[in-house]
T-cell receptor, first 113, second 113 residues
């Protein structure tokens, strides 16, 4: 079984500052993938970034980067230079050998002007 | 590009009524999924179809049935709706490969009175 834990229900960040969203995971699969999704108030789920368990480097996609610490089983999302449009709920998810994703409970980010 | 299309967007049912949620994808993906999202709980997998002709239970399958009609379409049926099935339902699809990223539809907001 896989478990994803997001311990921050909500966070506030000032515009143009960076914010780190925590995600820890637990799995017995030797190979797995980690994902982050964004859900704005409109409700759709938007894929942001992927990290494979055997990837040597941390994933980056524009202003999003994933701080992957395998030994600590953490996959934190860093959003740099926050914008008002980054206000949303963010979900960490993980996939093991199966095609199934397991999601965390999410973190709400509010960007202040 | 349509991506993953869900119908309807909103639905209100009375307890005991039945309905089918429709999902279609135009990305030629092999795998399709149905999730429900409840406040504070992230997304939970109801059923999935790893490939055309196969379906499997997810985390919360009770009270639901699915049909993988063809490669494009994957429907979710509530035979006898209950208030506990009030939720937002998401369909997703993925095309395989190392990342096997899931792409989501816009969701269906269902209320059971």
């Amino acid at each position: 079984a896989q478990k994803i834990t997001q311990t921050q229900p909500g966070m506030f960040v000032q515009e143009k500052e960076a914010v780190t969203l925590d995600c820890t995971y637990d799995t017995s699969d030797p190979s797995y993938g980690l994902f982050w999704y964004k859900q704005p108030s409109s409700g759709e789920m938007i894929f942001l970034i992927y990290q494979g368990s055997y990837d040597q480097q941390n994933a980056t996609e524009g202003r999003y980067s994933l701080n992957f610490q395998k030994a600590r089983k953490s996959a934190n999302l860093v959003i740099s230079a926050s914008q008002l449009g980054d206000s949303a709920m963010y979900f960490c998810a993980m996939r093991g050998f199966s095609v199934k994703l397991s999601f965390g409970a999410g973190t709400t980010v509010t960007v202040r002007a | 590009n349509a991506g993953v299309t869900q119908t309807p967007k909103f639905q209100v049912l009375k307890t005991g009524q039945s309905m089918t949620l429709q999902c279609a994808q135009d990305m030629n993906h092999n795998s399709m999924y149905w999730y429900r999202q409840d406040p504070g709980m992230g997304l939970r997998l109801i059923y999935y179809s790893a490939s055309e002709g196969t379906t499997d239970k997810g985390e919360v399958p009770n009270g639901y049935n699915v049909s993988r009609l063809n490669k494009r379409e994957f429907s979710l049926r509530l035979e006898s709706a209950a208030p506990s099935q009030t939720s937002v339902y998401f369909c997703a699809s993925s095309g395989g490969g190392e990342k096997n990223i899931q792409y989501f539809g816009a969701g269906t907001r269902l209320s059971v009175l």
